[in-house]
Nanobody, 124 residues
Framework: VQLQAFGGGLVQPGGSLRLTCAAS????????MGWFRQAPGKDREFVAT????????YYGDSVKGRFTVSRDNSQNTIYLQMNSLKPEDTAVYYC??????????????????WGQGTLVTVSS
């Protein structure tokens, strides 16, 4: 599975961005898909995961109520809608894939495939 994340950029505090993760090589319909982020000098942080069917979704505490993850298996694509952005959301955002049968969703070490990352900068 090859993953490509895009849609990052510079946005003012309070603004919105939508990130897209496009998968190729094989269908990700049997994978749970996650978003992680890494700010300079910090560890990689769990953002959100959506289960293979879209039936279960999990969010990191710092983004709950502001970010929404979704997927379109017919398009092999996953989205992360980010609203009410804050300067502390500044990071490189990565999408990742984990087989549906693994229970873990927030542990980045459990994910098999990773995109290259897209930079989100929240600044005035």
């Amino acid at each position: 599975v090859q993953l490509q994340a895009f849609g990052g950029g510079l946005v003012q505090p309070g603004g919105s961005l939508r990130l897209t993760c496009a998968a190729s090589g094989r269908s990700v319909s049997t994978y749970n898909m996650g978003w992680f982020r890494q700010a300079p000098g910090k560890d990689r942080e769990f953002v959100a995961t959506i289960k293979w069917s879209g039936g279960s979704i999990y969010y990191g505490d710092s983004v709950k109520g502001r970010f929404t993850v979704s997927r379109d298996n017919s398009q092999n694509t996953i989205y992360l809608q980010m609203n009410s952005l804050k300067p502390e959301d500044t990071a490189v955002y990565y999408c990742a894939a984990i087989p549906y049968y693994r229970d873990s969703y927030s542990n980045s070490n459990e994910y098999d495939y990773w995109g290259q990352g897209t930079l989100v900068t929240v600044s005035s």
